[in-house]
């Protein structure tokens, strides 16, 4: 069993910075992909970005690329979200997830419960 918390969201001025934080817990082995995804109201949930554990890889969505940042601290399972010049159009809901995939195939997705970015003047 696996336990994602996330934290940092708030209300932010556009073209402000946010940090968020995931830290995961519970029975840690196998997985090798953690990430973030938004869901806007109205919309589908959509990926935000991920990074590969072991090696710290990311991938970013087009919407995001060149404003938000990635990070990893393995020693305590915890990745984080560096968001810049944030947009009213990035307000959502972010999730942490945590996978284990085979290649690109995902064969167990960890959720956690979410925290909420506004961007609004």
């Known amino acids: 069993q696996v336990q994602l918390v996330e934290s940092g969201g708030g209300l932010v001025q556009p073209g402000g910075s946010l940090r968020l934080s995931c830290t995961a817990s519970g029975r840690l082995h196998g997985f090798n992909v953690m990430g973030w995804h938004r869901q806007a109201p109205g919309k589908q949930r959509e990926l935000v970005g991920d990074?590969?554990?072991?090696?710290?890889?990311?991938n970013y969505a087009d919407s995001v690329k060149g404003r938000f940042t990635i990070s990893r601290d393995g020693a305590s399972n915890t990745i984080y979200l560096l968001m810049n010049s944030l947009k009213p159009e990035d307000t959502a809901v972010y999730y942490c997830?945590?996978?284990?995939?085979?290649?690109?195939?995902?064969?167990?997705?960890?959720w956690g419960q979410g925290t909420q970015v506004t961007v609004s003047s």
């Open positions: 997830n945590a996978d284990y995939r085979a290649s690109t195939t995902i064969l167990r997705r960890y």
């Open positions: 990074i590969i554990t072991s090696s710290g890889s990311t």
